[in-house]
T-cell receptor
Framework: AQTVTQSQPEMSVQEAETVTLSCTYDTSESDYYLFWYKQPPSRQMILVIRQEAYKQQNATENRFSVNFQKAAKSFSLKISDSQLGDAAMYFCAYRSGLTSGTYKYIFGTGTRLKVLA | NAGVTQTPKFQVLKTGQSMTLQCAQDMNHEYMSWYRQDPGMGLRLIHYSVGAGITDQGEVPNGYNVSRSTTEDFPLRLLSAAPSQTSVYFC?????????????FGDGTRLSIL
């Protein structure tokens, strides 16, 4: 079975600085996708960034980028130029690819990010 | 485009009562799922469905039933509510086509069992 581990329950960053959130996963599948979701106090789940396992190039979305290390099964999220609005709970998620037939998403336990003014 | 709609947003039940949490999506997504979110435990999958008439259990299915009679709707039933089912519940949907199909989430239902 697949597992997703976020070992940092809470992180803090100064406004305008850079922070990296860690995520590791375990799987025997070769076809899968990885996601980072943001959950602000409003409780909405917002997609931040996604990565296909077959792509070696790290995904980037504006100030958000990932460091995808497939062999190490690591998928960390880097937030550059942190803003007060980035304060939220961040969840790492794994989804099996089409070949598995399950389509299940597995979520980590989350990292609460605090942004200090 | 409403996306994923969950009702109700809040609910208080007494132990032993039953109720149904509603979830509807208008994106013609094949995949729908229910999660519960508890402090320190992330989102745990309760049940999911990959199409009308097809459902399967997730990580924590006990005490919950689902059905998928249409593509649009995926209700979650609590058969006999217990205090341990106090949680925030999220419904989500996605396409199962080729590619990195992200899930679209509803706004959640905060459920308290007294």
């Amino acid at each position: 079975a697949q597992t997703v581990t976020q070992s940092q329950p809470e992180m803090s960053v100064q406004e305008a600085e850079t922070v990296t959130l860690s995520c590791t996963y375990d799987t025997s599948e070769s076809d899968y996708y990885l996601f980072w979701y943001k959950q602000p106090p409003s409780r909405q789940m917002i997609l931040v960034i996604r990565q296909e396992a077959y792509k070696q190039q790290n995904a980037t979305e504006n100030r958000f980028s990932v460091n995808f290390q497939k062999a190490a099964k690591s998928f960390s999220l880097k937030i550059s130029d942190s803003q007060l609005g980035d304060a939220a709970m961040y969840f790492c998620a794994y989804r099996s690819g089409l070949t598995s037939g399950t389509y299940k998403y597995i979520f980590g336990t989350g990292t609460r990010l605090k942004v200090l003014a | 485009n409403a996306g994923v709609t969950q009702t109700p947003k809040f609910q208080v039940l007494k132990t032993g009562q039953s109720m149904t949490l509603q979830c509807a999506q208008d994106m013609n997504h094949e995949y729908m799922s229910w999660y519960r979110q508890d402090p320190g435990m992330g989102l745990r999958l309760i049940h999911y469905s990959v199409g009308a008439g097809i459902t399967d259990q997730g990580e924590v299915p006990n005490g919950y039933n689902v059905s998928r009679s249409t593509t649009e709707d995926f209700p979650l039933r609590l058969l006999s509510a217990a205090p341990s089912q106090t949680s925030v519940y999220f419904c989500a949907s996605s396409s199962v086509g080729i590619g990195h199909q992200p899930q679209h989430f509803g706004d959640g239902t905060r459920l308290s069992i007294l």
